[in-house]
């Protein structure tokens, strides 16, 4: 069993009162054992990060204290070269062992943000891929996650209120796709809907349904997922998939 978890955040007059109040519901997950939280994409006030280790040196030691990953959502990283939105993945020691960078940058973003081009798989208390935001839309971003091994997938998002009705389609088809557990993180806010999914699969008699639990709120939920139950539906899924032509 793995216990994960979400942060649904609202917003803050300062990237340090919301850093210090994110830090509150993570360590009340810890206490909770839980092992994996991710939160929404740009839910600070100022979503440039410059150096990712300053910014996020107090989650840094929450996750070492208890042992738990941490996903701080996905923000802005300008350099020379280029402009990208990367989602950096704290290990339970502590350290940053990775970032995904965002495939498919959306609408206004186009103009000045570099596409990442892989699909990543991150291994703490089990494997997992991150799709930031509307990469959720295009299907062989989750497909290509789950083929490489993840066993669930963690979805750092931001939004508004007019779209989180096809956003939460989209998600749930994506678990069912791909029968596999999808963790999605949003803002709440005036603007953004809020609504965070913890997505779980349930199994009837050969047809697979979505369970899903909503947030409401700047709160932080957790539940356990036995990731070893989807193994056997997804390898059939899978199998199903490989004999069309």
């Known amino acids: 069993m793995v216990k994960l978890g979400l942060i649904q955040t609202a917003s803050q007059s300062s990237n340090e009162k919301a850093i210090l109040q994110v830090a509150k519901i993570l360590k009340k997950l810890g206490r909770e054992n839980t092992d994996i939280v991710c939160l929404p994409e740009q839910w600070l006030k100022n979503n440039e990060i410059k150096d990712f280790d300053l910014e996020f040196l107090e989650f840094k030691k929450i996750a070492k204290d208890f042992s738990m990953t941490i996903i701080p959502g996905a923000f802005y990283e300008v350099t020379k070269q280029k402009t990208s939105i990367i989602s950096p993945i704290i290990g339970p020691k502590g350290q940053f062992i990775g970032r995904q960078e965002k495939i498919h940058p959306f609408g206004y973003e186009r103009g000045n943000v570099k596409p990442g081009n892989e699909a990543k798989i991150f291994s703490t208390a089990c494997k997992f891929g991150v799709i930031i935001c ?112």
């Open 134 to 245: 509307y990469d959720m839309v295009f299907p062989k971003v989750a497909n290509t996650l789950v083929k490489k091994g993840a066993q669930v997938l963690f979805s750092p998002s931001r939004i508004v209120r007019r779209g989180i009705e096809p956003w939460q389609m989209y998600t749930q088809v994506r678990a069912l796709e791909n029968r596999i557990p999808i963790l999605a993180a949003n803002v709440e806010n005036h603007r953004f809907g809020g609504n965070s999914l913890i997505i779980d699969l349930s199994e009837n008699n050969k047809v697979v349904t979505t369970k899903v639990m909503k947030l409401n709120g700047q709160c932080g939920k957790s539940r356990e997922f036995n990731l070893d139950k989807y193994q056997e539906s997804r390898k059939s899924r899978f199998s199903d998939s490989n004999n069309f032509q």
